[in-house]
């Protein structure tokens, strides 16, 4: 494994892990890194949905508090999207397991960090959950951080239990069948700097419009939610985050700015216990889907909250 500098410049670094093909060919994943020369903790950090690693200010308050940082830009995502691929498809969630347990082995046995936290942003947030709760017992995770994690759909219980059945059928029958969801625009537009936002990222990795949404993925995300609900057995300490308010809408509304646009932000805290017997829930006033590209104000009570947390569970390491 060779690592090259990576797509945001110095001092990130980025290498391939290649993995298992599959039945549209070759496949492999993306480990970013910026190291902290000595340091004994980590984080990895994973991306959501039609996304990638490019929140740098999050790796920012991690490496100042001491954390080598890693991000994972999972198969067909991002810096790892081949032109042969789908974008964002896979028939599993737990197919991720590969590229994840490759990732901690490396941060732990290569890299040589004895803690680790996991960090996951919306559908990374459920599949770090996943992850973990496969992986309990083992010692391989000693905390999560879940921003805003996709543990619901954004739906009524009544529309969710009535679609589950046809969108199985379908996932298992025409499993690459694509599914008239598109993402709305108004989202990536109001963190975007060249529409109304203040961030700057890849809007080809990223893009407002989405990718297209697979039969067989949303069938693999519909179980991966029935898991949540039946009880996970995470068996770190989690962090789980929400903002305070949801906005649904198709057009634009300053409440973007201030709101959850993209999940019920309810629904992710009423579902918190599922997770595991040591869960914390915090809700950030005025904070967006992505809590750490809100206003400056809901970044500051994240970052707040992130470090009392850090200190009881990750302290710095004695000397």
């Given amino acids: 494994m060779e690592y090259r500098e990576d797509i945001l410049g110095a001092p990130y670094e980025a290498a391939e892990l290649p993995l298992a093909a ?40 991690f490496t100042a508090a001491g954390f080598s940082f890693y991000a994972l830009d999972l198969r067909k995502y991002g810096r790892s999207l081949r032109p042969h691929q789908s974008p964002n498809f896979v028939r599993d969630l737990a197919t991720y397991d590969e590229e994840i347990d490759e990732a901690v082995r490396i941060i732990r046995e290569v890299d040589g960090h004895t803690r680790l936290l996991v960090n996951g942003h919306s559908t990374g947030g459920l599949v770090a959950a996943l992850w973990a709760s496969r992986r309990a017992g083992r010692g391989l995770v000693d905390g999560l951080f879940l921003n805003s994690p996709f543990l619901s759909m954004p739906t009524s219980p009544a529309l969710r239990t009535l679609g589950a059945p046809a969108v199985q059928a379908l996932g298992r029958l025409a499993a ?39 039969a067989g993925w949303l069938a693999a995300i519909q179980r991966g939610h029935r898991q949540v609900r039946h009880g996970l057995r995470v068996d770190c300490p989690v962090l789980l985050m929400a903002s305070t308010a949801s906005t649904t809408t198709d057009k634009w509304t300053p409440a973007l ?8 932000a309810d629904d992710i805290a009423a579902l918190a216990p599922r997770l595991g017997p040591h869960v914390t829930t915090v809700r950030i006033e005025g904070g967006m889907h992505d809590l750490v590209l809100s206003g400056e104000q809901a970044r500051t ?3 707040t909250e992130l470090d009392r947390w850090l200190a009881a569970y990750f302290p710095p390491p004695a000397a």
């Fill in 257 to 264: 700015h201030h709101t959850d646009a993209i999940l019920r």
């Fill in 176 to 214: 690459t069948r694509k599914l008239p969801a598109p993402l709305n625009p108004h989202y990536v537009h109001s963190l975007h700097r060249a529409h109304k936002g203040s961030w700057d990222f890849d809007l080809v990795l990223k893009p407002a419009e989405g990718f297209p949404l697979y």
């Fill in 301 to 303: 009570q994240l970052f």
């Fill in 22 to 61: 599959d039945e549209e060919g070759a496949v492999s994943a993306t480990l970013v890194r910026r190291p902290v020369p000595g340091a004994r903790q980590a984080v990895l950090y994973l991306h959501g949905y039609t996304d990638y690693f490019f929140q740098t200010n999050l790796a920012d308050h």
